[in-house]
């Protein structure tokens, strides 16, 4: 199995949502999501968790990418400009620090214009157990 297939059928949440990854290569992960009704906040757009759990998405590929489960311990998120319906989101995810134990990571999301509208950092705790994948695609 691959590790895209696997965070795509097992990340219940985030294939709940509409969330899917479109790549995986080491340190590097994309993902996609298209705006719909649901993800609308009381303002009319894009709601940050629907924001935050596409990038969580693209985070955990890539961090987990190098073959060791990988979870996120702490996050900042910035919001730059909204999202409506029908936009569909791009999470980009490149690790910046491949630390054995704490890699560090930023993901931006773009939307379909290629416009900036979330960057989110974070922090994650690498274990010395195995992800369960064969290839990365």
């Known amino acids: 199995m691959t590790l895209k297939d696997l965070l795509n059928n097992n990340d219940r949440f985030a294939n709940s949502v509409g969330a899917r990854l479109t790549t995986v290569s080491e340190g590097y992960a994309k993902a996609e999501m298209t705006v719909e009704e649901r ?41 730059v400009k909204s999202a409506g319906k029908g936009d569909v989101l791009t999470a980009e995810a490149r690790e910046t620090v491949n630390h ?5 990571i930023e993901a931006k999301i773009y939307n379909q214009d290629g416009e900036l509208c979330c960057i989110v950092s974070g922090l994650a705790y690498r274990k010395k157990d195995n992800m369960p994948f064969d290839t990365l695609e």
């Open 39 to 79: 993800h609308l906040n009381g303002g009319n757009v894009c709601q940050g968790g629907a924001f935050f759990t596409l990038a969580d998405l693209a985070i955990a590929a890539a961090m987990n990418s190098h073959g060791l489960l990988t979870f996120g311990i702490e996050n900042n998120i910035s919001f």
């Open 100 to 104: 054995h134990k704490i890699p560090y």
